[in-house]
């Protein structure tokens, strides 16, 4: 659905955008595009959006080319930035009524159920909306005119948890249709919830894609432990912090490696857990650098 | 494309009421004064005869210029210029704001990710220039049609020149302004500028028939383009003024349109 060749941005001499990133997305998943801010998520979701051009490379979405058939491209996408601007003076009901005069075929029904899911009242002025309500307004026409693809820009910020909740509903629900989703976010809890893969980015370049599941299950272990005598740390723990009696660490090991240090120590609490993907990243970046 | 241009009329609309209010409320205001100055307006051009040449000159008043008893020199002294001057001021305005305001409220992300081009864009904003712009010099037709049958001898070609002479001044300045804008995205400098232009060109136009010396001053000047004399006295507009406004007026708006299709947005 997605394809990007060797994407290079610059914006002037000295500020960096991305360099040389290629990335592939397949038709039906939901990607997500994880970085820390400033790391070239938003350049590479403004360039396939032809927001901004190339300096060198491009990108395709479903076999147009984003400068070239930015168009075409646009009809069957839907967007969600990170900063809701709208124009305040308009009623919702206008806006939508606007937004969707762009597009040839509208399914008005779908909007309607859109707009009581997310419980939003048409006849307020845009000005007067919360944050929460004009994210649901950027989500409502986004997905109006049924895109094939999504692209969020750190769609939850601003969203409670409780819409946040409905919103990931809405994006499964939106994959089971079949619509592919590209999720840039710097928040790695939430990608984990929904995406299948992820690619994160760091100064500009991909430096690595892969399946969540793969992630979680071939990496280490989250451990805690409370116990009276002392632990030394061994190499396959990492990120080991100590506070009083508890114990927290991640382990890279074999658990029957650790069962068996553990048997000689007296322990009053043991939780193993899977660690989410920022802590699993920390630890990619950390033995990175150490490389 | 209707989709854009029904969305800028709708928003630029209370606007073009408060402007062509003002614009035309003052010239009416101007041209009821006539009747009253008309008895007494021996006593009005003997006081003016004491002022200097340059002075008269500068306000059409000079050898050969207008005649202040007859209705159409009393416009053209007295209401056209206050035309000229906030009709090009609001040209100024609604050039400045009408594609910036986009990028300097950061809407503009939103625009773009619809399915529309760029250059559908700039073309719908232009022709809603050009339509309000238009709508305001047709209310003055019609204040002036009024007034100079009420007031004078009926002149069609006069009528017709003083009413819609000043789209030609106002198109200038919203071309100008619509190309900085592609530039400059906060409307308020964009506005400023132009402005500014509305008002510095006006001075130029007065330098230019202050002295001899400066007289080629009128050649950049949009108020010369379309001055009262050669309206009231040639029944014209002189075919370079013409040339050269088209010229200014076609390249700025071309000139945005190509720039515009290149630049990154990045609100």
Not at chain 1, 49 to 55: A, M, S, V
Not at chain 1, 156 to 184: A, C, N
Not at chain 2, 153 to 167: C, G, H, K
Not at chain 2, 226 to 242: C, E, F, H, R, T
């Amino acid at each position: 659905m997605i394809k990007i060749k060797n994407l290079t941005k610059f914006y002037g001499t000295n500020s960096r955008g991305v360099l040389d990133l290629s990335l592939e997305v397949k038709e039906g998943e939901i990607f997500g595009f994880i970085g820390p801010n400033g790391a070239g998520k938003s350049t590479t979701v403004r360039t396939l959006l032809n927001l901004i051009y190339p300096t060198r490379g491009g990108a395709e979405i479903d076999g147009m080319d984003c400068v070239k058939d930015s168009n075409k491209i646009k009809k069957i996408v839907g967007y969600i930035p990170s900063e809701i601007h709208f124009y305040n003076e308009m009623s919702v009901k206008k806006f939508l009524d606007y937004s969707f005069g762009f597009h040839q075929k509208i399914d008005h029904e779908y909007i309607e159920d859109l707009i009581k899911t997310f419980d939003l009242d048409t006849s307020k002025k845009i000005g007067s909306l919360s944050l929460g309500n004009k994210k649901k307004l950027a989500i409502i026409q986004a997905l109006g005119h049924r895109p094939k693809l999504l692209i969020l820009d750190e769609p939850t910020s601003g969203l409670d948890p409780l819409m946040q909740h409905t919103f990931f509903e809405v994006l499964l629900q939106e994959k089971k249709r079949g619509t592919t989703i590209f999720f840039s976010s710097h928040v790695l809890s939430e990608v984990q919830k929904v995406c299948d893969r992820v690619g994160i980015i760091k100064d500009g370049s991909l430096v690595r894609i892969e399946s969540v599941k793969n992630i979680i299950s071939n990496q280490s272990k989250k451990i805690k432990i409370k116990t009276t005598k002392k632990i030394t740390k061994t190499e396959a723990m990492i990120d080991f912090k100590m506070n009083n009696n508890q114990y927290t660490f991640l382990y890279k090991d074999s658990l029957n490696h650790l069962i068996k240090l553990l048997s000689s120590y007296d322990i009053e609490d043991l939780i193993i857990e899977e660690p989410s993907l920022e802590e699993i990243f920390m630890d990619y970046y950390e033995s990175k650098e150490k490389t | 494309m209707k989709n854009i241009i029904k969305h800028e009329f709708k928003r630029n609309f209370r606007s073009f009421v408060l402007w062509t209010s003002i614009i035309s409320g003052l010239s009416i205001m101007m041209l009821l004064l006539f009747p009253a100055f008309e008895n007494s307006m021996g006593d009005l051009l003997e006081t003016l005869e004491g002022y200097p040449a340059g002075f008269l000159e500068a306000f059409g008043l000079g050898e050969g210029g207008l005649d202040m008893g007859n209705i159409y020199g009393w416009y053209g002294v007295e209401g056209y210029l206050f035309v000229l001057l906030i009709g090009g001021s609001y040209a100024a305005v609604l050039g400045s704001s009408i594609l910036s305001k986009e990028e300097d409220e950061k809407t503009i992300e939103f625009l773009l990710t619809k399915p529309v081009s760029r250059t559908k864009i700039i073309f719908g904003k232009i022709f809603v220039i050009i339509l309000n712009l238009f709508l305001l010099n047709l209310v003055m037709s019609i204040v002036l049609i009024i007034s100079f049958v009420l007031f004078g001898e009926f002149d069609f070609l006069v009528w017709a020149l003083f009413s819609f002479a000043p789209l030609l001044h106002q198109f200038f300045f919203a071309s100008i302004a619509f190309f900085i804008s592609v530039f400059i995205t906060k409307s308020r400098t964009v506005m400023s500028v132009s402005l500014g232009l509305v008002i510095g060109l006006y001075v130029v136009e007065i330098i230019s028939k202050l002295t001899d010396s400066a007289e080629f001053l009128k050649y950049i000047t949009p108020y010369e383009y379309v001055n009262a004399v050669d309206i009231v006295k040639n029944n014209n507009i002189q075919g370079i003024y013409l040339l050269i406004s088209f010229a200014v007026i076609s390249i700025s708006f071309a000139l945005a349109w190509v720039f515009y299709n290149k630049k990154d947005i990045t609100t």
